[in-house]
Structure formats: C-alpha cells, structure tokens
C-alpha cells in the first residue's frame, strides 16, 4: 500500500469516527460506534469502513442505520474533506466482529486450560 493510500485511509478513520461521535445520539440511537479500521481503492474512489458497535443489544439494528444514513454521512464526509480530495469517495460499512472472535477464543482457551487442570488433578 502507498504512502498516500495510508495517509488516506487514516484520514477518512479520524474524520468517519468525529462524524460518528457527533451524530450518535442524532442517528444511530445512543450506540457508541469506533471506525476499527478503513481501507480504500488504488484510485480512493471507494471507502470500506469497518465498525465496532457498543452500547446496544441489536448490532445489526444499528447496521441498518448506518447503511440508511450513508449517504448523509457522506454528505459531512464531503464538507470535512473537500479541499483534500478531488472526488469524495463511495462508502461501505462493514461490523468489525473481531473483538467478539478474540473474546470467544480467549473463553475457549480458558475452558480448555480448566480440562487440563483437572486432568491432571484426577492423575494425581
């Protein structure tokens, strides 16, 4: 990936993720939501943006909002980086389930950690 990919991508997590702070109430129902990670095309014409969602019971709820308001947001996206980017890219939002995955792995290490003590307590 390039320089200007990179610099890119870090620009549209930062200015994605001041858009998603202000307008969590507004929108997306009090759900607190983090741009986990972006990346872009070779020509930065489109955006995938992935999201960790908190503070709700219904992720894919929130998933819908999201994809409803996704052309309001990036209507502010527009107004935040206009003098930065010939053409305001195309955004797609994807949930970042990665923190989930990590959390059912660490419970499934723990539970296998808990057989082999007491299978070694049992040989003992």
């Known amino acids: 990936m390039s320089t200007r990919t990179e610099k890119?991508?870090?620009?549209?997590?930062?200015?994605?993720?001041?858009?998603f702070?202000?307008?969590?109430?507004d929108w997306f129902e009090g759900a607190f939501i983090t741009v986990t990670d972006?990346?872009?095309?070779p020509d930065?014409?489109?955006?995938k943006a992935y999201l960790s969602i908190y503070n709700t019971k219904n992720n894919a709820a929130i998933m819908d909002l999201v994809n409803l308001y996704?052309?309001?947001i990036r209507k502010e996206l527009a107004s935040k980086i206009r003098k930065t980017v010939r053409v305001?890219?195309?955004?797609?939002?994807?949930?970042?389930?990665s923190i989930v995955n990590a959390l059912k792995f660490e419970k499934l290490f723990d539970q296998l950690k808990e057989e082999r003590e007491s299978r070694e307590?049992?040989?003992q």
């Open 88 to 97: 305001i890219p195309e955004l797609s939002f994807f949930e970042d389930d």
């Open 8 to 19: 890119f991508n870090k620009e549209m997590q930062r200015e994605l993720g001041t858009i």
């Open 38 to 41: 972006v990346s872009s095309s």
């Open 21 to 25: 702070q202000a307008r969590t109430h």
């Open 44 to 47: 930065l014409g489109y955006v």
């Open 70 to 72: 996704n052309k309001h």
């Open 121 to 123: 307590n049992k040989d």
